[in-house]
Structures are given as C-alpha cells and as structure tokens.
Nanobody, 126 residues
Framework: QVQLVESGGGLVQAGGSLRLSCAAS????????MGWFRQAPGKEREFVAA???????YSADSVKGRFTISRDIPKNTVYLQMNSLKPEDTAVYYC????????????????????WGQGTQVTVSS
C-alpha cells in the first residue's frame, strides 16, 4: 500500500506561482512512475505532468513551458512547480503513482495509476 499526501495548493493571482508537493510512502519510490492530474468543476480529470522512474518527464501541451515536474528521491517526494498561472489552471490537483513504473506512451492514462492522493485545491484569480 502506498500513501500519497499532496500539499502546497492555495489561492494565487494570475501570473503567480505555486509549488505542489506529493510525499509518498514506500521503500521503492525511485522505481515509481509519478504523475500529476487535475480536475476542474464539471470536467474530467486530465493529465498535467509525469516523471518516469528513470527521470524522463512529460507534460501536457496546456502547461508546457509553465509547469515543471521534479522529484527528490531521498525525500520520497515529487513536485509540480507552476509558473505563469492562469485562471483556467484552477482545479483540484492530484498526485498519482504507478508502482511498477510506467512507459512513456502510458503517462497520461489515469486508469494505469495504482494509487492517488486526496487532492489539493489550486485557485487562480484573474
């Protein structure tokens, strides 16, 4: 069983920045595929960014150049640095883990992730 705990959400003005954190339990964090997804009211949960066990990162076109995913293996933590935030980035952000690792073409498939955090609210005001 892997537990994921997100933090760092909040209210920010458009153009501002936030950094989300996701602390994971488990002894083999370095082998996990980790992803960030978000869900706005009335919309489906969508892929934001992911990092594979080898460190390769991926991001959705809508956030490319603004959001960066990274991880600190000794701390069992993955981060999402969000810059130049827009009102349309407002959503609940979820951290997800795939224990057996994940392939590049799979990173956006939320059904493939084994564990999910409780989510953290990000609100961007105009």
């Amino acid at each position: 069983q892997v537990q994921l705990v997100e933090s760092g959400g909040g209210l920010v003005q458009a153009g501002g920045s936030l950094r989300l954190s996701c602390a994971a339990s488990g002894r083999t964090f370095s082998s996990y595929g980790m992803g960030w997804f978000r869900q706005a009211p009335g919309k489906e949960r969508e892929f934001v960014a992911a990092i594979r066990s080898g460190g390769t990162t991926y991001s959705a076109d809508s956030v490319k150049g603004r959001f960066t995913i990274s991880r600190d293996i000794p701390k069992n933590t993955v981060y999402l640095q969000m810059n130049s935030l827009k009102p349309e980035d407002t959503a609940v952000y979820y951290c997800a883990a795939r224990v057996g690792g994940i392939l590049g073409f799979e990173v956006a498939a939320r059904r493939l992730y084994d564990y999910w955090g409780q989510g953290t609210q990000v609100t961007v005001s105009s």
